[in-house]
């Protein structure tokens, strides 16, 4: 069941960001929030799965070299998962920290990995411009996706506790 | 039997990453089209993308119409004079062109052909922010081709990537991929330069110059065109202006960003050239004009 809603999370977060977030000059990346969110609520392990799935997903549908994102998600939802433990779920202030300071350090490991191959970005250029607002966007965002994610946990936990 | 574990699951880990770092490897390299895989999320995820961009053009729409409900009269009387100018323009244009025809029949020259324009829709963007592409909703049902140029009424916009049954993908002239680059032309001083995408920040390109030991003349507000050079879009089209340049000594430059005068975040059509034609060269297009339009 969390497989499934997952999957279909992952799907709409990805259609946002292609249609209803393109207005915007930097989009929001709706996948890292659910996959950091994942990370924090479920650990270490089904973090880094979710990661793995979620980015190849995207790699899938961006074009280009496929396993940038998979590799980085994978990672982040890993290390995300080593706060599990550590944090009160309901405090909506420690997920948006940890989003924001994920982007900084995801998005620019992948703009490392897309200069490794020969694109034509400048670094400093790039992180100013598109991931330091990435890093707001995500953080404003992520109350609202954690809930979402929260509250799936929540269902899901009562459900099985009811039969 | 605990340090097993935690050992196997740092070999499947390990196995991962090389897996990943292999994948990746193998898709870094050009490829004729792209795989069945790929081929299949994409076109799965298109009724989804189409239904919220319908969504968004309605609420939008109707925004935009709410907003300018004031304006509309003033508006609809501004267009009725511009179209009664036009009109008049349109008389004399008709006259020159078909004294064109006529001298050209005359002097045994090849006529001129106009550009065969497919006319297409934005659905959707990319998701990822790091590649820098759209999706229009033409594709094989229209005969497009790979590496097809993509325009507006302003100038250039890219080139078509992959095709679908419906759908095909546009690699926008900003996208910092290897080998996206155009051929063009410094309108105020005809030198010829390369464009690539990705520049000093988001959404800017690089202008270098074509032979690699040579500096240009190169100033902020300069205008770039397309040059005969380009293999895939005709010559003469804008491409855009400069906006920084990375001076070497007073009068030469190495290297130069420049932003696209189409505003690429903001596409709502566009039309895709099914062939090259090359273009008359604009008698206006010199640097620091402020007129760079064309119409295709």
């Not at chain 1, 996948?31 to 990370?39: E, P, W």
């Not at chain 1, 703009?111 to 250029?125: K, V």
């Not at chain 2, 959707?124 to 790979?146: C, E, M, V, Y």
């Not at chain 2, 990705?198 to 030991?213: F, K």
């Amino acid at each position: 069941m969390r497989a499934l809603i997952l999957s279909i999370y992952v799907i709409l977060a990805v259609a946002i960001q292609a249609t209803w977030l393109k207005a915007l000059n930097v989009t929001p990346d709706l996948v890292l929030i659910l996959v950091v969110s994942l990370g924090l609520l479920r650990g270490s392990d089904q973090g880094l799965f979710f990661g793995l799935m979620a980015g190849f997903f995207m790699d899938l549908l961006s074009g280009g070299i496929i396993g940038v994102h998979a590799l980085s998600k994978m990672v982040l939802g890993f290390s995300a998962g080593f706060m599990e433990k550590t944090i009160f779920k309901d405090n909506l202030l420690i997920p948006s920290i940890t989003v924001f300071g994920a982007t900084l350090i995801f998005e620019s490991f992948n703009i490392i990995m897309y200069i490794a191959f020969n694109a034509h970005y400048n670094f400093i250029g790039t992180f100013v411009s598109s991931i330091l607002p990435m890093a707001f966007y995500n953080a404003i965002l992520t109350p609202f996706i954690y809930q979402l994610v929260l509250k799936m946990e929540r269902w899901i936990v009562k459900r099985a506790s009811d039969r | 039997m605990f340090q097993l574990f935690a050992n196997r699951r740092f070999l499947l880990i390990a196995l991962i990453f090389l897996v990943i770092t292999w994948v990746m490897f193998i898709s870094s390299h050009p490829r004729a089209s792209e795989g069945k895989t790929e081929y299949f999320f994409n076109t799965a995820m298109l009724p989804l993308e189409s239904i919220f961009n319908y969504f968004s053009d309605v609420v939008g729409g109707s925004w935009r119409t709410v907003t300018k409900l004031s304006h509309l009269t003033q508006e609809n009387e501004r267009l009725h004079k511009e179209i009664d100018n036009l009109q008049i323009h349109q008389i004399f244009l008709n006259s020159l062109k078909a004294e064109n025809d006529r001298l050209r029949i005359a002097l045994n020259f090849q006529t001129n052909q106009s550009n065969e324009l497919v006319s297409a829709e934005i659905i959707a963007a990319n998701p990822s922010n790091w590649n820098q592409t759209i999706i229009i909703n033409r594709g094989q049902d229209f005969h497009l081709k790979k590496n097809m140029a993509v325009i507006t009424s302003q100038g250039v916009v890219g080139r078509i990537g992959e095709v679908r049954a419906k759908t095909a993908e546009v690699i926008l002239i900003t996208d910092p991929r290897e080998g996206n680059f155009v051929g063009g032309v410094v309108a105020r001083t005809r030198n010829l330069v390369i464009i690539t995408g990705g520049g000093r920040y988001r959404g800017e390109c690089t202008v270098q110059p074509a032979v690699d030991s040579y500096f240009m003349d190169l100033k902020p507000h300069d205008l770039i065109v397309t040059s005969e050079t380009s293999e895939i879009f005709p010559r003469g089209l804008p491409v855009g202006r400069v906006v920084y340049v990375n001076q070497i000594s007073a009068r030469m430059v190495s290297k130069a960003s420049l932003k696209p005068v189409v505003h690429l975040g903001n596409l709502q059509m566009v039309y895709v050239l099914r062939s090259k034609r090359d273009l008359p060269v604009n008698a206006d297009d010199s640097g620091g004009s402020s007129d760079a339009r064309i119409n295709p």
